[in-house]
């Protein structure tokens, strides 16, 4: 299995600021996805971070609002823009095609943002 | 797209007892995972099931690909079972996991 690991684990934000989210693979993987999951609610797909070009975004997200990056393919980058108290959430970097089953997903620790 | 349902939304089980939890979608299928999100947030992957039965110690699932739907059964449950349960199908078509609603099971002592 894949080791994931985020950065920062959680954040307190003010409003109309803007918060950079990373997330660092230990081995090179197939795909990189960011999920929201809003307060008691499912996971949401954000979009897939495609490895150097531009992210697919879900239906619902713009690269505006939630710009991403992924330079390598060990390492991707959510930015959650001009923030409001409704992109409080946890964010999850999620991948798929580590380890011996190339189709299963596993997910990092979550990064928990608050906004105020 | 497709549209994952989870059954029931809600469980609360007294320690040792047995349930179901159904998982249902609405599409074909190419694989299907059962995740286990615990109360600190972290999500487990409990199995990796496109069809048939696999069993984990008290956990076991099946999926029914053809009928469009999986099970996931956990017996003598434990306080630590408690916390959210999903289940997402994978379709190849669009290469993405989709979540269903997920089932809040908490175990009581």
């Known amino acids: 299995s894949a080791v994931i690991s985020q950065k920062p684990s959680r954040d307190i934000c003010q409003r109309g600021t803007s918060l950079t989210i990373q997330c660092q693979v230990d081995?090179?993987?197939?795909?990189m996805f960011w999920y929201r999951q809003q307060p008691g609610q499912s996971l949401t797909l954000i979009a897939t971070a495609n490895q150097g070009s531009e992210a697919t975004y879900e239906s619902g997200f713009v690269i505006d609002k939630f710009p991403i990056s992924r330079p390598n393919l060990t390492f991707s980058t959510l930015t959650v823009s001009n923030m409001s108290p409704e992109d409080s959430s946890i964010y999850l970097c999620?991948?798929?095609?580590?380890?011996?089953?190339?189709?299963?997903?596993?997910f990092g620790p979550g990064t928990r943002l608050t906004v105020l | 797209g497709i549209q994952v349902e989870q059954s029931p939304p809600d469980l609360i089980l007294q320690e040792g007892a047995n349930s179901t939890l159904r998982c249902n979608f609405s599409d074909s299928v190419n694989n299907l995972q059962w995740f286990h999100q615990n109360p600190w947030g972290q999500l487990i992957n409990l199995f990796y099931i496109p069809s048939g039965t696999k069993q984990n110690g008290r956990l076991s699932a099946t999926t029914v690909a053809t009928e469009r739907y999986s099970l996931l059964y956990i017996s003598s449950s434990q306080t630590t079972d408690s916390g959210v349960y999903f289940c997402a199908p994978f379709t190849s078509g669009t290469y993405k996991y989709i979540f269903g609603t997920g089932t809040r099971l908490k175990v009581l002592a």
């Open positions: 081995s090179q993987v197939t795909m």
């Open positions: 999620s991948v798929i095609g580590a380890g011996v089953r190339p189709d299963t997903q596993y």
